[in-house]
């Protein structure tokens, strides 16, 4: 079946013939006795309507298992107690922010380390691995700066020194990227991004092929009680039904911001993995089928760039992305924020940088938007060449 299809399909044995998923939002289940549980017993350990939406999400990344989270660090929490005491992870080091800090100031309380290296540079990950790696954990493409990791060449990497590898798809969605395909252990998504696509849930999940780390990560998501609600995954399984569409569009709509972008004055530098001027452009459409709707941009200058973002119209100033609504924010003071003070040297992006989400809108009046809150900056610009 075809993402679109898969999006849309009904898979349910409802015995209504109910073509919506209902939603089962109890959170205890009536039993034949008290030594005889039914499949399911208690909302935190499982739900019907939540299961409906993890059979969904393996199917849509071709894996068999799927956990579905409260958040998208709810998830990657989950992810890191797979590790213990003296593990190590090697992480990227262009990092969602609250990744991040997740990592810097949660997890040394469990005696984990983490190092963080340029995971696009095949060589310094092997070289950064050792005895004590458990985990390797990438973003591609990596937020907000766009860097492309090589799934495949990291997954053999990872494997042949014995560990994991999770990769963070919430930029690119399950239509257009499956990094199970390319060899890793354990897919993480951010579900408030792509998969709702509304911004009206905030969700994650965690999908594996291998049957002893999902029951790991059922157990434990059964033990910490951090599964997602009723309510919300139902919203998902809502949200999901047009994520090809929306997908398709916002793709489309951000090529042509990318493009629009990359040849205006007032723009330094453009990060898109659609556009084929970008670094990681081959490698990125060897392994996954669209740039996404995710894109950020220079000015030179921190201040300049706040003016452009503030004269926007139609992009809200807000964090998260991929929403059917363009979004716009500056990472350094906003998601990228929580990075930690000692780490922002080699971790925070920069300061001018501006990141777009591109929405479904006409994508004339997205280019109108954008081309008059860069015309206030453009007099300033020139006037100073
Ligand atoms: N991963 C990425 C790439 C993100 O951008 C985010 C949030 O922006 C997260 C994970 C965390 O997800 P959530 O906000 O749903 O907890």
Request: charged share 20%.
């Given at each position: 079946?075809?993402?679109a299809t898969?999006?849309?399909?009904?898979?349910?044995?409802?015995?209504?013939?109910?073509?919506?998923?209902?939603?089962?939002?109890?959170s205890t289940?009536?039993?034949?006795?008290a030594?005889?549980?039914?499949e399911?017993?208690?909302?935190?350990?499982?739900?019907?309507t939540r299961?409906e939406?993890?059979?969904?999400?393996?199917?849509l990344?071709?894996?068999?298992?799927?956990?579905?989270?409260?958040s998208?660090?709810?998830?990657?929490?989950?992810?890191?107690?797979?590790?213990?005491s003296?593990?190590?992870?090697?992480?990227?080091n262009?990092?969602?922010?609250g990744?991040?800090?997740?990592l810097?100031?949660?997890?040394p309380r469990s005696?984990?380390?983490?190092?963080?290296?340029?995971t696009?540079?095949?060589?310094?990950?092997?070289?950064?691995i050792?005895?004590?790696?458990?985990?390797?954990?990438?973003?591609?493409?990596?937020?907000?700066?766009?860097r492309i990791?090589?799934i495949?060449?990291v997954?053999?990497?990872?494997?042949s020194?014995g560990?994991?590898l999770?990769v963070?798809?919430?930029?690119?969605?399950?239509?257009?990227?499956?990094?199970?395909?390319l060899?890793?252990?354990?897919?993480?998504?951010?579900?408030?991004?792509?998969?709702?696509?509304?911004s009206?849930?905030?969700g994650?999940?965690?999908?594996?092929?291998?049957p002893?780390?999902h029951?790991?990560?059922?157990?434990?998501?059964?033990?910490?009680?951090?599964?997602l609600?009723?309510?919300d995954?139902?919203?998902l399984?809502?949200?999901?039904?047009?994520?090809?569409?929306?997908?398709?569009?916002?793709?489309?709509?951000?090529?042509?911001?990318?493009?629009?972008?990359?040849?205006n004055?007032?723009?330094?530098?453009?990060y898109?993995?659609g556009?084929?001027?970008?670094?990681?452009?081959?490698?990125?459409?060897?392994?996954a089928?669209?740039?996404?709707?995710?894109l950020s941009?220079?000015?030179?200058?921190a201040e300049?760039?706040?003016?452009?973002?503030?004269?926007l119209?139609?992009?809200?100033?807000?964090?998260?992305?991929?929403?059917?609504n363009?979004?716009?924010s500056?990472?350094?003071?906003?998601?990228h924020?929580s990075?930690?003070?000692e780490?922002?040297?080699?971790?925070?992006?920069?300061?001018d940088?501006?990141?777009?989400?591109?929405?479904?809108?006409?994508?004339?009046?997205?280019i109108d938007?954008?081309?008059?809150?860069l015309?206030t900056?453009?007099?300033?610009?020139?006037?100073?060449?």
């Open positions: 079946m075809k993402k898969e999006c849309v399909y009904l898979d349910s044995n409802d015995p209504y013939g109910a073509v919506s998923p209902p939603i089962y939002q109890t289940f009536r039993q034949t006795s030594d005889e549980f039914g399911y017993d208690y909302s935190r350990s499982g739900n019907p299961t939406l993890e059979k969904k999400l393996a199917r990344e071709g894996a068999s298992h799927a956990a579905a989270f409260a998208g660090m709810a998830a990657i929490t989950t992810l890191t107690r797979l590790l213990s003296g593990d190590e992870i090697v992480a990227g262009d990092l969602y922010g990744t991040v800090r997740l810097e100031k949660v997890l005696g984990i380390t983490v190092k963080y290296v340029d696009t540079d095949r060589e310094r990950v092997s070289q950064a050792s005895e004590r790696t458990r985990l390797v954990f990438i973003e591609t493409p990596s937020n907000p700066l766009m990791t090589d495949r060449a997954a053999d990497i990872a494997h020194d560990a994991l999770a963070d798809s919430s930029v690119m969605s399950p239509v257009l990227q499956n990094p199970i395909g060899g890793a252990d354990i897919v993480v998504h951010s579900a408030t991004k792509f998969l709702c696509g509304h009206d849930v905030t994650g999940a965690l999908i594996t092929n291998d002893e780390i029951r790991e990560i059922a157990y434990l998501q059964n033990a910490e009680g951090n599964a609600a009723p309510f995954s139902w919203l399984l809502r949200g999901i039904k047009t994520l090809g569409l929306r997908v398709e569009r916002q793709n489309s709509n951000a090529l042509e911001a990318a493009t629009f972008l990359a040849a004055p007032a723009v330094k530098q453009v898109y993995p556009l084929a001027t970008h670094p990681g452009h081959d490698l990125h459409f060897r392994q089928n669209g740039g996404g709707c995710v941009f220079t000015t030179g200058d300049t760039s706040k003016r452009v973002v503030e004269s119209g139609l992009f809200s100033i807000a964090v998260s992305f991929a929403s059917v363009s979004s716009v500056m990472p350094c003071s906003m998601s924020a990075i930690p003070a780490r922002r040297a080699e971790l925070a992006p920069p300061s940088l501006v990141r777009l989400s591109v929405g479904i809108e006409d994508i004339g009046d997205i938007d954008l081309s008059q809150a015309a900056v453009t007099p300033a610009i020139a006037a100073a060449a």
